[in-house]
C-alpha cells in the first residue's frame, strides 16, 4: 500500500524557515519524479517544484531562490527547503509521486499546513 506522509509544517514567522518533508513507503521511491505542490485558501493548486529520478530539479519562477526541492533515496524521503518565507507562502503543502512511464501511478499525500504570520 502505498503511502506518502508530508511532516515539517507549522507556524514560523515572515523571513523564517521551514523544511518539508515527505516520507514515502509502498512503492519504488528512486523511479518516481516527486513533485511539492501547495494551494492557499480559495486559490487553486500550483507546481512548487518537482525532482526528476535523475536528481534534475525544476522550481517555480515565483519561488527560486527561496525554495529548494531535493530527495534522499535512501531514505525514500524527499524534501522541501523554505527560506525567507512571506505570507504569501501561507498554503497546504501536499507531496506527489508520479511514475511517468505509467500515468496510473500518480500518488498523492494528505497534505501538511505552512502558515506564515508574525
Known amino acids: 500500500q502505498v503511502h506518502l506522509v508530508e511532516s515539517g509544517g507549522g507556524l514560523v514567522q515572515p523571513g523564517g524557515s521551514l523544511r518539508l518533508s515527505c516520507a514515502a513507503s509502498?512503492?519504488?521511491?528512486?523511479?518516481?519524479?516527486m513533485y511539492w505542490y501547495r494551494q492557499a485558501a480559495d486559490k487553486e493548486r500550483e507546481l512548487v517544484a518537482l525532482i526528476r529520478t535523475t536528481g534534475t530539479t525544476h522550481h517555480a519562477d515565483s519561488l527560486k531562490g527561496r525554495f529548494t526541492i531535493s530527495r534522499d533515496n535512501a531514505k525514500n524521503t524527499v524534501y522541501l527547503q523554505m527560506n525567507s518565507l512571506k505570507p504569501e507562502d501561507t498554503a497546504v503543502y501536499y507531496c506527489?509521486?508520479?511514475?511517468?512511464?505509467?500515468?496510473?501511478?500518480?500518488?498523492w499525500g494528505q497534505g501538511t499546513q505552512v502558515t506564515v504570520s508574525s
Open positions: 509502498g512503492f519504488t521511491f528512486s523511479r518516481y519524479f
Open positions: 506527489r509521486a508520479r511514475d511517468i512511464r505509467t500515468p496510473e501511478y500518480d500518488y
